[in-house]
């Protein structure tokens, strides 16, 4: 079964750092291009950062230069590392799999996790 | 970036009904828009792709329609499944935006 599950949230004070996990089975990570989007507390929804196969990275302006994604072949896991957390970043952060047509340059997203929320709060 | 806007923002409706939601883009996206449905407490979940393609498993009674700046997702005949809250997203180029949703509500 193709699966997402997410991992690694919780509670943080405004500075902080915390890292996001995201096992997944039924398909490799590192054939895919994969994508972190995320979900404030009764609104809508941002995409964060996408890695490509090739390992190229790419960040939405609100946190470029804070957060940084990344993957372990070996355990088919995706990460997101988030530094310098911001009161502006709680949401449910959502690990998705890009479904790209045949060019690789549209991308939408087919699987989805089940989230992981993120609270940042003193 | 492009901005995503959809119509309305909550749509009451009965099961049985046909309803249609609305999603224009600030400028052209060709056809690269998805719709998805979102449950509360849930992830959300492809509907359609490329405006008008449907999910593999997502029942027919979902449709897409639309190409450059305007956009609908149809449903005919409801169910009580399809409560829901509605996003369009284009895909176009970097960053991806999202539609601010449409809560479907039973009336």
């Known amino acids: 079964e193709v699966q997402l599950v997410e991992s690694g949230g919780g509670l943080i004070q405004p500075g902080g750092s915390l890292r996001l996990s995201c096992a997944a089975s039924?398909?490799?990570?590192?054939?895919?291009?994969m994508s972190w989007v995320r979900q404030a507390p009764g609104k809508g929804l941002e995409w964060v950062s996408i890695i490509y196969d090739g390992g190229s990275t790419y960040y939405a302006d609100s946190v470029e230069g804070r957060f940084t994604i990344s993957r372990d072949n070996s355990e088919n896991t995706l990460y997101l590392q988030m530094n310098s957390l911001r009161a502006e970043d709680t949401a449910v952060y959502y690990c998705?799999?890009?479904?790209?047509?045949?060019?690789?340059?549209?991308?939408?997203?087919?699987?989805w996790g089940q989230g992981t929320m993120v609270t940042v709060s003193s | 970036d492009i901005q995503m806007t959809q119509s309305p923002s909550t749509l009451s409706a009965s099961v049985g009904d046909r309803v249609t939601i609305t999603c224009r883009a600030s400028q052209s996206i060709s056809h690269w828009l998805a719709w998805y449905q979102q449950k509360p407490g849930k992830a959300p979940k492809l509907l359609i792709y490329?405006?008008?393609s449907l999910e593999s498993g997502v029942p027919s009674r979902f449709s897409g329609s639309g190409s450059g700046t305007e956009f609908t997702l149809t449903i005919i005949s409801l169910q009580p499944d399809d409560f829901a809250t509605y996003y369009c997203?284009?895909?176009?180029?970097?960053?991806?935006?999202f539609g601010q949703g449409t809560k479907l509500e039973i009336k």
């Open positions: 997203q284009h895909y176009n180029t970097y960053p991806y935006t």
């Open positions: 998705v799999r890009d479904f790209c047509d045949s060019s690789g340059y549209h991308c939408a997203f087919d699987i």
């Open positions: 039924g398909f490799i990570v590192s054939d895919n291009y």
């Open positions: 490329k405006a008008s």
